[in-house]
Structures are given as C-alpha cells and as structure tokens.
C-alpha cells in the first residue's frame, strides 16, 4: 500500500519568514495530495491539496509544489503569522480520493 | 456549514471492555472514515465506508469494528478493549473526490 514519509517532525521559522515542509510518497498510482493543519488541542482541518495533472498551485500564502518524477511534494508558508503554529500533515491518495494515507505530520513553530 | 460530531468525547474504558464510539455527520457525504491518532505516527486509517450498511477494513482494523446504520451515522466499536487501544480517534466525512471534513475527536483511555 501507499506509504507517505513526512521528512520534518519539527520545524521553527521566524515570523515572517518562509517554512517548508517535504514529503514523499511510494505510489505512482496516487494522483491527489491534501495537506491538513491540526492546532494544540483541536481537530484537523483541510487547507489546499494538489493534483497530478499540474504541479503547483497556490492559495493566498501557501504554495504547494508536485514532483511526481521524484514522488516528491511540498507545502511553502510564505510570510508565516504566529497563526500558522500547529501541526501539518501532508496525505497522498489515488484517483477518487476514497482511501487517503497520511504523513506522520510536521510541528511547525513560528517565533517572534 | 459541513458538521461533523463524535461522541463521547472522552471516555475511560477497562480492559476487556467494550466500548463504542458514535459519529455523526449531517453534510450529506457519501464517505465516512475512522482514524487513530498517535504521538509519531499520524492519522491511521481503522475503517471507512462508501455507503450505508456496508464497511471497509483500513490499514490497521485488527481489533476494531465499524457499523454504518445510516448515510448520516458511523460507529466504531472495540469488543474486547486493550491498553494499546489508547489513542484519540477521528472520524471524517467526505465527498466523492473531495476534502475530509474531520470531527472533533474522542480520547479514548483503556486502563
């Protein structure tokens, strides 16, 4: 089954400042990539995806990139707010999205 | 606004207990998936399901089994309760080729 390897556990960044954060995946039958933010003591939601037929996409201050010679992608924050602390979890899934394998997720810290 | 809600939303368990988890969702989506959450490891697919009265196995459903009554409701129930089984459970609803939409979670603590 498809494996998805987040390569940060933890990641500080000034405020202001840009963060990334990497993942890779096994599956070349994976075609749709959602990344999800999770803040201290709440829940997961939804904050853009990417699919394969194009290999980046962007939505106000978040960029996504695909790679999907090298399995490979990755979510920019530019500009990070103190709002942006909170973990992140990158996800792959195949066409019709039924089954989504998820990353073991990245902290993310913005200091002052 | 997309709603989903679990319940209880904390529960003490015994070992060897059994124990039900209850979702409940009210947009409408055809797709409903229970996931564990552990420090490390992410989310971990336990079941989902594409319709009701029908349930798939995940990634990791030893030990764990799912009902789906209705469109709207989803239950994942532990037999026979383990201190492994220790986790916070999310349960999240979707639409076909769309996003999750994730409940509030349960902490469920097997002593």
């Known amino acids: 089954g498809e494996k998805v390897e987040q390569h940060e556990s933890t990641l500080s960044v000034r405020e202001g400042d840009s963060a990334v954060i990497n993942c890779t995946y096994t599956d070349t039958a994976s075609s749709y990539f959602p990344w999800y933010k999770q803040e201290a003591g709440k829940s997961l939601h939804f904050v853009i995806d990417?699919?394969?037929?194009?290999d980046r996409k962007q939505s106000q201050r978040l960029i996504v990139l695909l790679d999907k010679k090298a399995k490979r992608f990755s979510l920019h924050i530019t500009a990070t707010q103190p709002e942006d602390s909170a973990i992140y979890f990158c996800?792959?899934?195949?066409?019709?999205?039924?089954?989504?394998?998820f990353g073991a997720g990245t902290k993310l810290t913005i200091k002052p | 606004e997309a709603a989903v809600t679990q319940s209880p939303r904390s529960k003490v368990a015994v070992t060897g207990g059994k124990v039900t988890l209850s979702c409940h969702q009210t947009?409408?989506?055809?797709?409903m998936y229970w996931y564990r959450q552990d420090t490390g490891h992410g989310l971990r697919l336990i079941h989902y399901s594409y319709v009701a009265d029908s349930t798939e196995k995940g990634d990791i459903p030893d030990g764990y089994k799912a009902s789906r009554p209705s469109q709207e409701n989803f239950s994942l129930i532990l037999e026979l309760a383990s201190l492994s089984q220790t986790a916070v459970y999310f349960c999240?609803?979707?639409?076909?080729?769309?996003?999750?939409?994730f409940g509030p979670g349960t902490r469920l603590t097997v002593l």
């Open positions: 947009n409408n989506h055809d797709y």
């Open positions: 990417i699919r394969s037929n194009v």
């Open positions: 999240a609803s979707q639409a076909r080729d769309a996003e999750q939409f």
């Open positions: 996800a792959a899934a195949n066409y019709g999205n039924e089954k989504i394998t």
